[in-house]
T-cell receptor, first 112, second 113 residues
Framework: EAQVTQNPRYLITVTGKKLTVTCSQN?????MSWYRQDPGLGLRQIYY???????DKGDVPEGYKVSRKEKRNFPLILESPSPNQTSLYFC???????????FGAGSRLTVL | GESVGLHLPTLSVQEGDNSIINCAYS??????FIWYKQESGKGPQFIID?????DKRQGQRVTVLLNKTVKHLSLQIAATQPGDSAVYFC????????????FGTGTRLLVSP
């Protein structure tokens, strides 16, 4: 089954404790991206990757890092989480470019 | 389930009615548009898309209309069913060279049996 898998689905952490949200896809998609979803603000892009070793900033990249060492994985790293990073995070992929995106189920992150 | 928006505009319809969800997009250079459906606790799912060289596209029970003059997009759902209850987002590809979709804030559709 074609899918985008995110882990963890839910996480409560404390300010400053580094965490990684993983994203894996089994569709051989070149394009992968991370969005955060906040009430009243909709979905905003954090980072995206056009292919292995190619990443670029989206609209709200501050406080986040990504890497794309393999085609199937695109982890989102919060080196020092802060409460304003409390949000619902989605990984999304497409065959190429920002076209029809397939989304993961989401990761709810709470930073205390 | 996950809360995607506390103050979303809401459209309430009866089962069997036709629904129209509207979206105003921001960039006149945008060349590609998509409608997504998000059910509680899930990620957005693709419904239908349209390119800027078209003004109408039909799918199964859904139709998307594009009016570039006023930068307006609409999603029509025929014979709305309770399973259509969700938050609906429009998204535009702004054709700026940056590979991203810009999403609207969404409309909640509530379908009563």
């Amino acid at each position: 089954e074609a899918q985008v898998t995110q882990n963890p689905r839910y996480l409560i952490t404390v300010t400053g404790k580094k965490l990684t949200v993983t994203c894996s896809q089994n569709m051989n998609h070149e394009y992968m991206s991370w969005y955060r979803q906040d009430p009243g603000l909709g979905l905003r892009q954090i980072y995206y990757s056009m292919n292995v070793e190619v990443t670029d900033k989206g609209d709200v990249p501050e406080g986040y890092k990504v890497s794309r060492k393999e085609k199937r994985n695109f982890p989102l790293i919060l080196e020092s989480p802060s409460p304003n990073q409390t949000s619902l995070y989605f990984c999304a992929t497409s065959i190429s470019g920002a076209n029809v995106l397939t989304f993961g189920a989401g990761s709810r992150l709470t930073v205390l | 389930g996950e809360s995607v928006g506390l103050h979303l505009p809401t459209l309430s319809v009866q089962e069997g009615d036709n629904s129209i969800i509207n979206c105003a997009y921001s960039n006149s250079a945008s060349d590609y548009f998509i409608w997504y459906k998000q059910e509680s606790g899930k990620g957005p799912q693709f419904i239908i898309d349209i390119r800027s060289n078209m003004d109408k596209r039909q799918g199964q029970r859904v139709t998307v209309l594009l009016n570039k003059t006023v930068k307006h997009l609409s999603l029509q759902i025929a014979a709305t069913q309770p399973g259509d209850s969700a938050v609906y987002f429009c998204a535009e590809n702004e054709n700026t060279g940056f590979q991203k979709l810009v999403f609207g804030t969404g409309t909640r559709l509530l379908v009563s049996p």
